[in-house]
């Protein structure tokens, strides 16, 4: 296939895109051998870089023996040893995996999960998923119904059920200072205000991202926040899941971004980082109490035909060998220092640029027309987008969308895969650098 040839492809939009070639490490090249820069590891996926040969190795080894065993019919040791790893890596008492195929699959089966688990042992009057405003879970129906970001939900709110949302804790917007506790419990209070207003015994789970995603641009919550939630959660009998699907597999410094705060959820959905890019793969891991009353009960009444597909295990456990072998959580955390000097340095030289957030590496800056105002760029302008092909010309990929529900807000995410080295976050700052002076001419800011 050649650039401009008809495509029967559809997905966001008809214009096409130079045809991928190959790709190693951090870059990637078209077929006409033009280089890029991977820095959001496409999707914040490909967390250990493109062709590491490790894991294509075992892959291959895993193809020789068989590709697919169904999991009503046999076990297989690739998908059973990724399991027991995994656990091992969640914190204690998380023992029990149930592996999809991506992050929708992966949130969508937490919440079931925890429906299955209140009917099993007799409060089954707890339905409601609260959720944050703004946020992104998935796109399957069940995911958006606790997704908040307008643009993706609108279109389908009558197919869905409806859940309760709280307000997401950005501080920097609302003026608060993210480094005082009170402001961690001001938001935390948000949420024991709305357990108690729809009524605590109704209530089943409260899921979150430890930090921000696509909808709220790498947001770190402020001190005090999650651990004030998670006691909440206790105090009213409503499990905690945590959507690590972004964070998770060390992009942000720590196994899971909820290990930053020594969190304890009740279930833990991840996907992108497990499977890296190489295989679609994802996973739900429980704690041993939300599962065993459900296996006594007759079994978890969900499935996917490729859950526990022996490649894709055999893929992941290759994913999280190298993630320890190259000390990628090590890593992320010590170039995400150095990422943070970059954007607070590119914040100075260029106006625009209003705020700079994240951890590790995943991190994030904003657009605004005003700091002090915090107001944003005109939504007419689409920044989000023309920065995006701005950095693309240039040979940067970066991912950007909308901090303020979808409709303005424009941020850019810097997520690149953690083997990324200092000179290399180098050649990301200079074609930022480039690209913001391009775009701020266009502008006139």
């Known amino acids: 296939m050649t650039t401009g040839t008809k495509s029967s492809l559809f997905y966001l939009g008809g214009g096409h895109k130079p045809v991928l070639d190959q790709a190693r490490g951090i ?120 997704t908040s970001y307008d643009p993706l939900t609108a279109p389908f709110v009558p197919m869905m059920q409806a859940m309760p949302k709280v307000p997401a804790p950005r501080a920097y917007l609302d003026g608060l200072d993210p480094n005082d506790p009170a402001t961690g419990q001001f938001y935390a209070d948000q949420l024991d205000a709305v357990i108690r207003s729809e009524g605590p015994g109704t209530v089943l789970a409260f899921l979150l991202e430890p930090i921000g995603g696509a909808s709220t641009g790498a947001l770190v919550p402020p001190q005090g926040y999650m651990q004030a939630v998670q006691d909440i959660c206790q105090a009213h009998g409503v499990l905690l899941i945590m959507d690590e699907v972004m964070t998770g597999a060390a992009r942000t410094g720590r196994f899971l971004g909820g290990d930053h705060w020594n969190m304890k959820p009740d279930i833990i959905a991840m996907s992108k980082g497990l499977g890296a890019g190489y295989v679609p793969l994802g996973a739900v891991i429980a704690h041993e109490r939300v599962v065993e009353p459900v296996i006594k009960s007759g079994g978890f009444n969900h499935g996917f035909t490729y859950a526990g597909n022996p490649l894709a295990s ?41 705020d700079v957030r994240g951890l590790g590496l995943l991190q994030a800056f904003e657009f605004m027309s005003d ?75």
């Open 314 to 354: 055999a893929a992941g456990l290759a994913v999280l060998d190298e993630i320890e072998r190259l000390d990628l959580a090590g890593n992320a955390a010590r170039m995400g220092l150095h990422l943070t000097n970059i954007l607070t340095g590119l914040m100075d030289r260029h106006q625009i640029i209003g």
């Open 27 to 146: 870059y990637m090249w078209d077929q006409d051998g033009r280089r890029y820069l991977d820095g959001s590891s496409g999707a914040m996926v490909c967390n250990i870089g493109h062709g590491n040969e490790n894991v294509l190795a075992a892959m291959q080894r895993q193809m020789k023996r068989f590709t697919f065993g169904y999991r009503t019919q046999f076990e297989t040791e690739a998908s059973e040893a990724l399991a027991t790893r995994l656990a091992g890596l969640c914190p204690d008492g998380h023992e029990k995996v149930f592996f999809v195929s991506g992050g929708s699959e992966a949130v969508e089966s937490a919440m079931k999960l925890a429906r299955q688990y209140a009917v099993t042992i007799g409060e089954s009057n707890r339905w409601k998923v609260i959720s944050r405003a703004p946020s992104y879970h998935g796109c399957t129906l069940g995911a958006l119904a606790v």
């Open 371 to 445: 700091r002090q105002t915090k107001a944003p760029l005109p939504a007419r302008m689409r920044a989000f987008d023309r920065f995006l092909q701005i950095a693309y010309g240039l040979g940067l990929i970066v991912y950007s969308r909308r901090t303020r529900q979808g409709l303005e807000g424009d941020h850019i995410i810097i997520a690149p895969p953690l083997i990324i080295t200092k000179p290399q976050l180098d050649e990301i700052e200079v074609m930022l650098d480039e690209a913001l002076c391009i775009f701020s001419k266009e502008i006139g800011a």
